[in-house]
C-alpha cells in the first residue's frame, strides 16, 4: 500500500473515530456500488459503536433489495436527530448528493468524502479519492482492514456487490488482479457469489422486461453503428408499474453492441432535465464529455444531466458525441476505468 494511500485511510479512520453521530449519503439515481457503500458504510459504524443513518433522494432499484438494512434508508433527514459529522460515498463531487440534501450536507460540521471518481473539485473535512480502484466498495473493504474489523456475511455482500457490478461482472477495464483478491477474501468472510449475482442479475419483474422492450424498440444506429442510442421518456413509462430507477441497467443493453464504441441512454426526468448515461470502450472517455455539462464519472462510464426537452437534448446530443468519438485528441486516450 502506498505511503499516500496510508495516510488518507489514517485521516478518515481518525475522523470516524472522533464523531459520534453520522449521516450517510451517496449520489443520486445510486447504482450496485453507491448502495453497496451505502450499506457498507453503516454497517462499519454500528460495528464500531456509531450512530449511522443512510440517506438517499431517489428510490434504489429493487434487485438490491436484499442487501442488509435497505429498509432503513431515508429520503430526508430527520429533525430530531443532530448529527456531528456527514459521509459521502461514491460522490464525485459534492452536487451529486442532489439538490433534497445539498444544504444538509453544507451545514454539516464535519464532511467526509470517500469516492473513486475523477474529481474536478475536491472537497471534505477529510477526503480519501483513489482513482485507481475500481469501485468505492473496494476502498471500504481496505478501510475494513485498516480498522482490524473483519466483515460479517452481511459486510462482505455489500462490499461484494459494490465491486461486481462497478466492474461490469468482471468485463470493465477496472477488473485487475487487486480486484480478484479482494473479492476472494469477501467470499472467504461470507458473501455467496451466486446469490449475489442472481438477485442482481435474474430478478427482473415482467414489467421492467415490458420496458426494457419499449427502450430497445427507441434504439438507434449512428456512425457505421459505432454509437448507439435509445431513450426512456416519461409517455414510455405510462401504465408501467416499474419504477424510474428500474432502468439504472438498460445502458448495459446497448453497450453489448458488438460495433459500439460508445452508447448513450436519454432518460427524461420530472424536473425539466434530461438524465445522460454514456457507456464506451476503447480510447472513448465518456468522462471528459459528461464534465462538459456539469457531469462526471469514470472514463468509460459517465453520467450528466441536461435540461431540456427530450427531442432536442437527444438530437443536440448525438451530434456532440459524433463529433467528440471522431476527434483525434489527447483527451481520448484510455486507461483503468
Known amino acids: 500500500m502506498s505511503e499516500s494511500k496510508t495516510l488518507k485511510i489514517r485521516d478518515i479512520i481518525t475522523a470516524l473515530h472522533n464523531h459520534e453521530r453520522f449521516m450517510v449519503f451517496t449520489h443520486v439515481h445510486p447504482d450496485g456500488d453507491a448502495l453497496g457503500a451505502l450499506v457498507a458504510m453503516q454497517l462499519i459504524l454500528r460495528r464500531m459503536g456509531k450512530r449511522a443513518d443512510t440517506h438517499t433522494p431517489d428510490p434504489f432499484p429493487s434487485e438490491y433489495a436484499f442487501l442488509a438494512n435497505v429498509q432503513e434508508i431515508k429520503n430526508k433527514v430527520s429533525e430530531s436527530m443532530d448529527y456531528d459529522a456527514a459521509i459521502l460515498v461514491d460522490c464525485g463531487d459534492l452536487e451529486r448528493v442532489g439538490d433534497k440534501f445539498l444544504d444538509t450536507v453544507k451545514a454539516t460540521p464535519f464532511l467526509i468524502n470517500i469516492d473513486h471518481h475523477l474529481v474536478s473539485k475536491p472537497f471534505g473535512n477529510a477526503s480519501w479519492v483513489q ?3 475500481s469501485s468505492t466498495c473496494e476502498m471500504l473493504f481496505d478501510l475494513c482492514m485498516n480498522l482490524s474489523l473483519a466483515p460479517d456475511r452481511a459486510l462482505a455482500t455489500a462490499l461484494y456487490t459494490g465491486i461486481l457490478t462497478d466492474t461490469g ?4 477495464s477496472n477488473t485487475n488482479a487487486r480486484v480478484f483478491e479482494v473479492i476472494s477474501a469477501l ?3 461470507g458473501a455467496d457469489p451466486a446469490r449475489i449475482a ?3 442479475y435474474d430478478s427482473a419483474s415482467p414489467e421492467k422486461l415490458k420496458l426494457l422492450a419499449r427502450v430497445l424498440d427507441s434504439m ?3 456512425a457505421s453503428s459505432r454509437l448507439v442510442t435509445a431513450e426512456l421518456s416519461r409517455s414510455m413509462m405510462s401504465g408501467s ?11 448495459n443493453h446497448l453497450r453489448s453492441v458488438k460495433s459500439a464504441d460508445m452508447a448513450i441512454f436519454f432518460r427524461e426526468t420530472g424536473e425539466g432535465l434530461i438524465h445522460v448515461s454514456m457507456r464506451s470502450r476503447g480510447d472513448i472517455n465518456v468522462a471528459k464529455l459528461a464534465q462538459r455539462y456539469g457531469g462526471g464519472g469514470h472514463r468509460q462510464a459517465a453520467a450528466c444531466r441536461i435540461p431540456g426537452d427530450l427531442r432536442s437534448v437527444r438530437s443536440m446530443f448525438i451530434a456532440e458525441a459524433l463529433s467528440y468519438i471522431k476527434a483525434d485528441n489527447g483527451d481520448t486516450k484510455s486507461d483503468v476505468k
Open 187 to 189: 467470499v472467504g468472510f
Open 241 to 251: 408499474s416499474s419504477n424510474y430507477m428500474e432502468s439504472e441497467g438498460f445502458i
Open 131 to 133: 482513482t485507481s480502484a
Open 198 to 200: 442472481s438477485s442482481v
Open 220 to 222: 438507434e444506429l449512428h
Open 169 to 172: 461482472s468482471f468485463r470493465f
